[in-house]
């Protein structure tokens, strides 16, 4: 295993104290339970939005905390959603009295923790809302499954409502909200290699020279369907039809196109397959009016990339926007 | 228990301590079986998490087991995260209330703590057995404890059974397509591997009966 | 090789195609020769700031095309510098009547290749001025040698020219700037992982699983030292010690700390290794005051990561932070 | 030459065509040998720059072979782009440059041609010999040409010792440690490998020496 570490068990404790160090300005940390704040936390007046889950995504959720975005994220250990104690004292250390929006990627795990943690804060009398992000196509939906992964749009998402909570909208508004950018949101991902955990050591799966694993999710797992390697052009047609032919995407809509790194593919491939993505959608006359590419939210090392479209209307694209402080996004501040 | 034997608060303690043991010892293992159809976590997780348990159970001395399970229970859901937590510590949280204020336990209150226990991960996690999770090795158990019971079967043999039932659960999962947890999303292929969550719960099984067995049939002899 | 690509020989120009549709916005770009300008380009009477180097960097230099940093920069194939043709009209295309500064790298070809393109623009009366960035400690500094290569330095040092240039500052003053910063940063840099240049198809060198790179630069050279891999708090020693025992380091300095990914390694380690930097420099009364971590001088997917150091005054500090607005690093803006 | 044999535009012209021809074979070679202390590019560099220049020759016709390697020299100034592009660009342009308006090329010629272009390399890189770079198969080449013509050899002769003495100057870039280029980064470490710049330095003048040895040589027969 080949990485920038001291200790495996000690990963995700020194990279807190690497984001309190680097970002006092923006954030404060809270260890046992780990916690991630906004500097000025809590805003009296203000829907207060947490997010949490596994660690090994960065920048996602830590970095995403701050003006315009979240108001606080909680890190589990790599990959393991974090328990119901980080994420109810986070929720009391940034509720202002205008209540909190949990914004839960839906997994097993984080959604039931954070189903635990909505319990409690609710017994200690704070009004909480729960959205589920899944909009993941490359998992099939159905009643009798946990359903499809979150994925990429958790980030719009959390900017998007970000925005709107910074405009003191309520929080049954802004929980409306989050629900429409998910279901106005679609991804896919792959996997050129896989990663490794740094308490288990090793990569998680193997891949030939000549293998890509299609429809992978974030936590280093295998994909739906292991294939040969083919072009970024191939490749990307892969991504997209499935996301574009699901649900929202018709001929006019103007979308935010998300190319996002799995963490170990660089921005040079990452326009190039952006560069495909926007034939793609030309051809289908799907116009991409905003855009996001680089490593948002990612699979500790993992080579690959995964796309993300969310359709707009005026009102996302404006929130979209709105100017935002944070570690890992930051425009208009 | 018909023949009047029981399992004692420091039996439990000593279950705990083994399972803890256990954790740590099949780690790799775990987390490998988790490696193939989820995140590569499992071991590391529960390892992590009894550890956690074993540093707060050290502190209680007040003979409940109710208490002691419970105690545990909340340990794993502030230690664990992911799915294994809530749903470990669900299951102990529900098997403490089921035994609060006891001090000993007979069969028949051993099955209703599982049962209770495996109600609440029901409940929490809303699988059903057949989509290859813990609950597949959990209710062939809690179903050959009932029927040892009523079958008027000497605890240790209760015990036996229920473990040699959770291990056939274990392994009924290999062929399962996943309908719930991460290797859901693996569809068809999460097909060929034993769920790592099954293979915990059998453990955790198979420690009671090695240890509760050999706690309880000394003294099932000495009384005999 | 495992690349999210169509043809190598395509790689650059699919990129840039990608950097169009994803900016337009921002920035332009020009094929045969290749140039990425900003949008606006020429500003009339704003000295304008030229870099370029070989692709593989990405972010940098195309990445920080626009408001308050370069005003053009020329992407060579990967790994190998731009030619004087590309230079010299992105130089005609950014020249707004206040001359215009080369920025350029310390590597044998892009000297040479700057060298010929600023004689032919003088030749057709541009005011070109050029500065050499040489920062990287890892290589011994002679009159004899090539001397020092320039690397993440270059970043630092077109954000804060480009921020002097916006204040309409002439070439001279920019120039001497640049200057400056150079004279005050200084780099060092180690690698996991080799990384593939494309159209070669094979990693540049091999390392065991238990080696790495110390003192690499960021063309995906082999470095100074292969050693055993260590913790993360021995290899930031190994990094930060012979960047802050050269010149500009001592008790009571305010720096700016740029802790860069070489591409394949995330965030999650970059504040690992930026929690031992604060500590390192702590101990030696060396304070940081602004900070820069993530990918942003990088080789291909390389893992590995480098540090650097640029000792602040009131002047750089107010500069670092004046608004910019490019695709690859944007605040106030 | 003393026997008054020389080359022509079409022979410069297959000369280059067969140098085009080596870069495209020896790709990989030249690649891996700027692998070992560069940055992987060599080959890639040279073959990319001399199919340019194949382009552009192809439209020229007037018989000026200075104005050939002009030609050449600027397609590789402006496609090569690295160390490469204006070290061999230049090397391309001063030859050109001592040889323009010429039609047919003597021994002498020639060495005056190559004596330019070195120079130039040198003005532009600042090399020195035992840098462990191009020069250093340029220099030992452009001297056995100079004895050699002083010597009164053959063309054909000149041409061999002139090729010989670069693949001599190439071999002996093995064990130096590289001042210059960015070998020179990797210290001590350089030592033991073959200079790329200096390997394809030499395959140009092998490739004079084979392209027109070949061509003047029956010529030359036909007049003794
Ligand atoms: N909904 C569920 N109900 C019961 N058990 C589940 C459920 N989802 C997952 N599990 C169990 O949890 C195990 C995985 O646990 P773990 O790896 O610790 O969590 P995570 O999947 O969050 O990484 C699975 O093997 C499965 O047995
Ligand atoms: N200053 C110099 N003078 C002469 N030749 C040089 C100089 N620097 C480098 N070279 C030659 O250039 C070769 C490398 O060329 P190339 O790989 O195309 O360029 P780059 O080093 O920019 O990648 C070296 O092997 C060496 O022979
Ligand atoms: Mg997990
Ligand atoms: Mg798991
Ligand atoms: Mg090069
Ligand atoms: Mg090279």
Redesign the interface.
């Known amino acids: 295993m080949k990485k920038l570490i001291n200790r495996p068990e000690d990963v995700v404790t020194e990279e807190l104290r690497g984001i309190e160090a680097a970002h006092p300005d923006l954030v404060r940390v809270n260890y046992g339970?780990n916690y991630i704040v906004r500097a000025d936390a809590p805003l009296q007046g203000k829907v207060a939005l947490v997010s949490g889950g596994?660690s090994g995504h960065e920048p996602m959720h830590g970095g995403f905390v701050g003006m315009g975005m979240l108001d606080a994220a909680c890190p589990?250990?790599?990959?393991?959603?974090?328990?119901?104690?980080q994420m109810l004292e986070a929720t009391k250390a940034v509720d202002g009295g205008a209540g909190v929006l949990h914004i839960v990627k839906n997994?097993?795990?984080d959604v039931?923790?954070f189903?635990?943690a909505a319990e409690l804060a609710r017994g200690e009398g704070i009004d909480v809302e729960s959205v589920v992000i899944d909009d993941?196509v490359?998992?099939?939906d159905s009643l009798?499954?946990?359903g499809r992964?979150g994925v990429g749009t958790t980030v719009l998402a959390e900017k998007i409502c970000g925005a709107a909570a910074e405009e003191r909208r309520p929080l049954a508004e802004v929980a409306e909200l989050c629900r429409k950018v998910n279901a106005n949101g679609r991804s896919m991902g792959m996997a050129l290699t896989s990663c490794t955990?740094p308490?288990?050591g090793a990569p998680?799966?193997e891949l030939g020279d000549d293998e890509m694993e299609i429809g992978i999710?974030i936590?280093?797992?295998?994909?739906?369907?292991r294939r040969k390697l083919a072009p970024a052009a191939e490749i990307s047609r892969e991504l997209t039809e499935p996301i574009v032919s699901d649900v929202p995407f018709a001929e006019g809509d103007e979308v935010l196109a998300f190319v996002n790194s799995m963490g170990g593919t660089p921005l040079i491939e990452l326009y190039v397959v952006y560069n495909e993505l926007n034939r793609l959608l030309s051809e289908r006359g799907i116009r991409i009016t905003r855009n996001l590419i680089g490593p948002y939210i990612t699979s500790l090392e993992m080579a690959g990339c995964s796309i993300t479209l969310l359709k707009l209307d005026d009102e996302l694209t404006r929130l979209w926007d709105a100017p935002v402080k944070t570690p890992g996004l930051r425009w208009g501040a | 228990m018909h023949d009047g034997v029981t399992v004692s608060y420091d039996d439990v303690l000593r279950w705990i301590q083994t399972f803890a043991a256990t954790m740590a010892e099949q780690r790799q293992y775990l987390?490998r079986l988790d490696?193939?159809?989820?995140?590569?976590?499992h071991g590391?997780?529960m390892d992590?998490g009894m550890q956690a348990a074993l540093a707060k159970v050290d502190g209680l001395a007040d003979g409940d087991i109710g208490a002691l399970l419970k105690t545990v229970g909340m340990a794993l859901?502030?230690?664990?995260?992911?799915?294994?937590?809530?749903?470990y510590g669900t299951l102990f949280l529900q098997m403490g209330m089921a035994t609060t204020n006891k001090s000993e336990l007979g069969p028949d209150d051993w099955r209703a703590a599982l049962d209770a226990g495996l109600q609440g991960v029901q409940m929490?996690?809303k699988a059903e057995p057949g989509d290859k999770t813990m609950v597949d090795a959990l209710t062939p158990a809690r179903d050959a404890l009932s029927a040892a019971v009523a079958d008027g079967a000497s605890f240790d043999e209760a015990l036996r059974r229920s473990a040699a039932a959770a291990e056939d659960g274990m392994q009924a999962t290999i062929p399962l397509v996943a309908?719930?947890?991460?290797a859901?999303?693996?569809?068809e292929?999460s097909a060929g591997h034993q769920d790592p969550g099954a293979t915990s719960s059998y453990l955790l099984l198979r420690t009671a009966a090695d240890t509760w067995g050999g706690a309880a049939a000394p003294t099932d002899k000495e009384e005999s």
Request: charged fraction near 20%; proline fraction near 7%.
């Open positions: 339970p596994g589990g250990e790599v990959f393991t959603s974090p328990t119901p104690d997994y097993t795990g039931m923790n189903d635990m993941d490359a998992v099939q009798y499954t946990a992964r955990v308490a288990a998680t799966f999710g936590h280093g797992e295998p994909g739906r369907e | 987390t490696s193939a159809i989820g995140d590569a976590d590391i997780n992590r859901v502030s230690t664990v995260g992911g799915a294994g937590g809530p749903l929490r996690g309908r719930k947890g991460r859901s999303y693996l569809g292929r």
